[in-house]
């Protein structure tokens, strides 16, 4: 039950400091569903039943450079089996903002790849504005793309980028993250590559 508690913690200093609930969700790699139940549970004398939900915490290694790069050239190598597979070289690592950036710049460093950074967009009523390529980094366009996030909770995320990569004139080829929550082989045709994969037994 502490660790718990220090998630409904942590979850009502974020909302306190004005993050939504999928910055928090993003910050804490739960599902949506899990951050309203954390911030509301405690105003509740009867709290709903948890939802099923796994919290990963990866701060041990995004903390330090040294073990960052390490995982990040893991992932390089992990991804090099399915790249091989079908044939395909990789013109640009995209990170999906925030958790990914750091991965995606030293998985690009390593593969001799551009960089392109994908924004997820934090509460939106037009499911077809849920994110942007920033300019501030590699045009995806006619690009073979790898795309690397931290966590896969959903994959909802993920299913976004496959899309407006293929709408933007790009051809996702790989997706490579830290923790696949979903159990995911593929989403939208795409394969799932990922260090660790979470399987629910119930």
């Not at 039950?1 to 942590?10: A, H, P, S, T």
């Not at 909302?15 to 309203?36: F, W």
């Not at 139940?37 to 948890?50: D, N």
């Not at 073990?67 to 990170?95: F, P, Y």
Request: include cysteine; glycine fraction near 6%.
């Amino acid at each position: 039950m502490k660790n718990i508690d220090k998630l409904i913690q942590k979850a009502e200093e974020l909302q306190a400091n004005g993050l939504v609930t999928r910055q928090i969700a993003d910050e804490l790699n739960v599902s949506r569903e899990t951050v309203t139940w954390l911030v509301t549970r405690s105003k509740k004398e009867e709290p709903s039943p948890a939802p099923r939900d796994i919290s990963v915490n990866w701060s041990s290694i995004g903390k330090n450079s040294f073990r960052l790069r390490h995982v990040s050239i893991a992932m390089c190598d992990m991804i090099s089996g399915t790249l091989e597979e079908a044939g395909q070289d990789v013109d640009m690592v995209v990170g999906i903002g925030l958790s990914g950036v750091p991965l995606a710049s030293l998985m690009a460093d390593e593969m001799g790849s551009e960089l392109s950074v994908y924004h997820a967009y934090n509460e939106v009523e037009d499911e077809s504005t849920r994110g942007a390529f920033s300019r501030n980094f590699g045009d995806v366009k006619g690009n073979k793309c790898v795309i690397v996030d931290d966590v896969i909770t959903s994959g909802s995320t993920v299913n976004d980028v496959v899309t407006k990569l293929r709408e933007s004139g790009a051809e996702p080829i790989a997706i490579a993250v830290l923790v696949d929550k979903s159990g995911s082989e593929e989403i939208a045709d795409v394969p799932v590559n990922s260090l660790v994969r979470i399987v629910r037994v119930d």
